[in-house]
């Protein structure tokens, strides 16, 4: 099984909608992230967790809400969905325990706003 | 803003060749990481250089940092046919990657 899971892997949705992008993981890291990837650019961090208690603004993270509900569980919320905000969003872990930044990925979710 | 930037942008080579992609960043960094993304898909972490090393192997894979220049190299070598890929460099400072735009890398049978 995937130690980086994320629901749902596509989704299409009209613009003004609220919709939730989850994501699991099984690896016991404390550190989440959240990331969204458009064509032909590198990542672009939206939200951080270092823990359940601290939540910290990436990048780009006007138009995005997030919860961390236990240390494996980091949700990613678009409270009203415009179309600029098409893009395949990745959730990422990682340790403070050993280990030097390295990030572990989910598999993504592919997101259309129409 | 992205701190790395990737040069070429698009690399097309025969299988066997050698491949080499280049990355240049702005500000001072922990470690420098590479990862690979298979079209579409989640990101695989490579390889890690930290800022007092120069060079690192990792099977067929060969990176080099120069912290004078913000610079460095990703060399793979004798490619194969599944090394067909996005590669992104990434730099580690303040306890975050900042990511460039990436090297897709075509392999040609």
């Known amino acids: 099984d995937a130690d980086v899971t994320q629901t749902p892997r596509n989704r299409i949705t009209k613009t003004g909608k609220r919709i939730m992008l989850e994501c699991s993981q099984t690896?016991?890291?404390?550190?989440m992230y959240w990331y969204r990837q458009d064509p032909g650019l590198g990542l672009r961090l939206i939200y951080y967790?270092?823990?359940?208690?601290?939540?910290n603004k990436g990048e780009i993270s006007d138009g995005y809400s997030v919860s961390r509900q236990a240390q494996a569980k980091f949700s990613l919320s678009l409270e009203s969905a415009i179309p600029n905000q098409t893009a395949l969003y990745f959730c990422?872990?990682?340790?403070?325990?050993?280990?030097?930044?390295?990030?572990?990925f989910g598999p993504g979710t592919r997101l259309t706003v129409t | 803003s992205q701190q790395g930037e990737e040069d070429p942008q698009a690399l097309s080579i025969q299988e066997g060749e050698n491949a080499t992609m280049n990355c240049s960043y702005k500000t001072s960094i922990n470690n420098l990481q590479w990862y690979r993304q298979n079209s579409g898909r989640g990101l695989v972490h490579l390889i890690l250089?930290?800022?007092n090393e120069r060079e690192k192997h990792s099977g067929r894979l060969r990176v080099t940092l120069d912290t004078s220049k913000k610079s460095s190299s990703l060399l793979i070598t004798a490619s194969r046919a599944a090394d067909t890929a996005s590669y992104f460099c990434?730099?580690?400072?303040?306890?975050?990657?900042?990511w460039g735009a990436g090297t897709k890398l075509i392999i040609k049978p």
């Open positions: 990434a730099t580690f400072s303040n306890y975050q990657l900042i």
């Open positions: 990422a872990t990682s340790s403070s325990i050993g280990g030097w930044g390295e990030q572990y």
């Open positions: 690896k016991g890291h404390d550190r």
């Open positions: 967790s270092f823990d359940v208690k601290d939540i």
């Open positions: 250089i930290r800022s």
